[in-house]
């Protein structure tokens, strides 16, 4: 008798950022109370993540909880038990909610906040499903839990050459010292990960060391280490329609059931000469300045007054383009988790020779970019629309990845933020 064995390897789908659900708007997650900072713990910290969102055109309370797993350094769930990554419950419920008070249109806030509960670093996702049925999935962020053991040692520089095929890139170089993790396999056992503006969806992973020297690791002279330079992104102020207004908007339309915000039809900026201005670097915040009892105050983190206060606008946004584009055309930003949501996918109208499409957001200011979604890339591109210019202003995330002999599962020892 032959006895057969037959392994099977499981490979897991790559985890992105998500919303499931269409009528869920205004996702945020940061640390602590500034929703403009990115999420992440260290551990140990004495530190919270909170996760804010709504529910548009609901007026009762859904039943939604929340759990926290681990995932590898490529967002495919993690093979170890919860209870060896996290102190707590499973699972938890959102008990912190309200209702909109004084808008046209009708939502539902909900509030959480995550404790630092972990007992060891890696890269998280937060889920939140309905009643308790993680199949029933509603939104999902992505995350990590650093533990500083490594020293990082940044070198941003522009490209040099600023005609060709150059001209749009920004290149990094920098070192990582590993300190206390120092090796003889140290370049099977460490990698690197690069984000821009804090973005996921193009981030540059399996970033190996290009010299090995005896007490830290060099990287630079790779083509992964060439980003897209990108520009500065386009602002939308939705703080108030009173006061002041935006002055991208063309009209404004008013009723009992909502308002509409016709916007100045806009130009692609590929080709033209770069402008340099102040933006969030892709980022949100949500706002409000027409409430008369509070007229001079200042947003500190965030605006709790807006998160239940702050009304949603039908935004028509209008791009110009003689010929349609090869590729779906979307206003793209953090507000819509730099993810190809067909909710903020825009229509080309032939007769007025334009994309448009009427959006719904938050009252606050937003910062957005036109750009391409290029289904084989799985991937946005916004160079073909908006150009890229070496000068342009972005930050940068590198975060140090290590996975020894002996461990189990992906550790990040190490990050360091760069302008």
Same mark, same amino acid.
């Given at each position: 008798?032959?006895?057969?064995?037959?392994?099977?390897?499981?490979?897991?789908?790559?985890?992105r950022d998500t919303i499931a659900e269409?009528?869920?708007?205004?996702?945020?997650?940061?640390?602590?109370?500034n929703t403009l900072s990115f999420p992440?713990?260290?551990?140990?910290?004495?530190?919270?993540?909170?996760?804010?969102?709504?529910?548009?055109?609901?007026?009762?309370?859904?039943?939604?909880?929340?759990?926290?797993?681990?995932?590898?350094?490529?967002?495919?769930?993690?093979?170890?038990?919860?209870?060896?990554?996290?102190?707590?419950?499973?699972?938890?419920?959102?008990?912190?909610?309200?209702?909109?008070?004084?808008?046209?249109?009708?939502?539902?806030?909900?509030?959480?906040?995550?404790?630092?509960?972990?007992?060891?670093?890696?890269?998280?996702?937060?889920? !939140?499903?309905?009643?308790?049925?993680?199949? =029933?999935?509603? /939104? +999902? %962020? &992505?995350?990590?839990? $650093? #533990?500083?053991?490594?020293?990082?040692?940044?070198?941003?520089?522009?490209?040099?050459?600023?005609?060709?095929?150059?001209?749009?890139?920004?290149?990094?170089?920098?070192?990582?010292?590993?300190?206390?993790?120092?090796?003889?396999?140290?370049?099977?056992?460490?990698?690197?990960?690069?984000?821009?503006?804090?973005?996921?969806?193009?981030?540059?992973?399996?970033?190996?060391?290009?010299?090995?020297?005896?007490?830290?690791?060099?990287?630079?002279?790779?083509?992964?280490?060439?980003?897209?330079?990108? !520009?500065?992104?386009?602002?939308?102020?939705? =703080?108030?329609? /009173? +006061? %002041? &207004?935006?002055?991208? $908007? #063309?009209?404004?339309?008013?009723?009992?059931?909502?308002?509409?915000?016709?916007?100045v039809p806009e130009r692609p900026r590929?080709?033209?000469?770069?402008?340099?201005?102040?933006?969030?670097?892709?980022?949100?915040?949500?706002?409000?300045?027409?409430?008369?009892?509070?007229?001079?105050?200042?947003?500190?983190?965030?605006?709790?007054?807006?998160?239940?206060?702050?009304?949603?606008?039908?935004?028509?946004?209008?791009?110009?383009?003689?010929?349609?584009?090869?590729?779906?055309?979307?206003?793209?930003?953090?507000?819509?988790?730099?993810?190809?949501?067909?909710?903020?996918?825009?229509?080309?109208?032939?007769?007025?020779?334009?994309?448009?499409?009427?959006?719904?957001?938050?009252?606050?200011?937003?910062?957005?970019?036109?750009?391409?979604?290029?289904?084989?890339?799985?991937?946005?591109?916004?160079?073909?629309?908006?150009?890229?210019?070496?000068?342009?202003?972005?930050?940068?995330?590198?975060?140090?990845?290590?996975?020894?002999?002996?461990?189990?599962?992906?550790?990040?020892?190490?990050?360091?933020?760069?302008?």
């Amino acid at each position: 008798m032959r006895l057969h064995i037959l392994f099977v390897n499981i490979v897991f789908a790559q985890l992105r950022d998500t919303i499931a659900e269409p009528q869920v708007y205004s996702l945020q997650f940061y640390r602590g109370n500034n929703t403009l900072s990115f999420p992440y713990l260290g551990l140990g910290e004495n530190q919270y993540l909170t996760l804010e969102f709504d529910e548009v055109g609901v007026e009762v309370p859904s039943d939604l909880w929340v759990r926290v797993y681990l995932c590898n350094k490529n967002w495919q769930p993690s093979t170890l038990p919860v209870a060896e990554y996290w102190n707590g419950y499973p699972q938890d419920r959102i008990t912190d909610f309200s209702p909109a008070y004084n808008t046209r249109i009708p939502y539902i806030h909900y509030l959480y906040r995550m404790e630092n509960r972990f007992m060891r670093s890696g890269f998280y996702v937060i889920e !939140v499903f309905r009643e308790r049925e993680p199949s =029933r999935l509603v /939104l +999902r %962020r &992505r995350f990590y839990v $650093v #533990e500083n053991l490594v020293r990082i040692l940044p070198n941003l520089q522009s490209a040099q050459v600023v005609t060709g095929a150059r001209q749009g890139l920004q290149t990094i170089a920098f070192k990582v010292f590993p300190t206390q993790l120092r090796s003889a396999q140290m370049y099977q056992e460490f990698s690197c990960i690069l984000l821009q503006n804090a973005r996921w969806d193009n981030a540059r992973t399996e970033l190996k060391p290009t010299f090995l020297h005896s007490d830290y690791m060099e990287y630079l002279f790779q083509p992964a280490l060439d980003m897209s330079a990108g !520009v500065e992104f386009r602002m939308l102020d939705l =703080r108030s329609l /009173l +006061r %002041r &207004r935006s002055f991208q $908007v #063309e009209r404004t339309l008013w009723s009992d059931t909502g308002i509409v915000i016709l916007l100045v039809p806009e130009r692609p900026r590929a080709g033209l000469a770069y402008t340099r201005q102040i933006d969030l670097n892709g980022r949100f915040i949500i706002q409000i300045q027409d409430v008369g009892m509070d007229t001079s105050r200042q947003w500190m983190g965030r605006d709790d007054m807006a998160a239940t206060q702050g009304d949603y606008f039908w935004v028509e946004f209008r791009l110009q383009a003689a010929t349609p584009y090869s590729k779906p055309l979307y206003v793209v930003g953090s507000f819509m988790q730099w993810s190809p949501d067909s909710r903020f996918e825009l229509y080309y109208d032939k007769e007025a020779a334009e994309y448009r499409r009427r959006i719904l957001l938050k009252q606050g200011v937003y910062d957005y970019l036109y750009a391409l979604w290029d289904e084989k890339k799985n991937a946005f591109d916004s160079d073909s629309v908006e150009g890229s210019y070496f000068e342009a202003e972005n930050t940068y995330t590198i975060i140090a990845v290590y996975r020894g002999f002996t461990d189990r599962e992906d550790r990040v020892v190490g990050h360091h933020w760069i302008n």
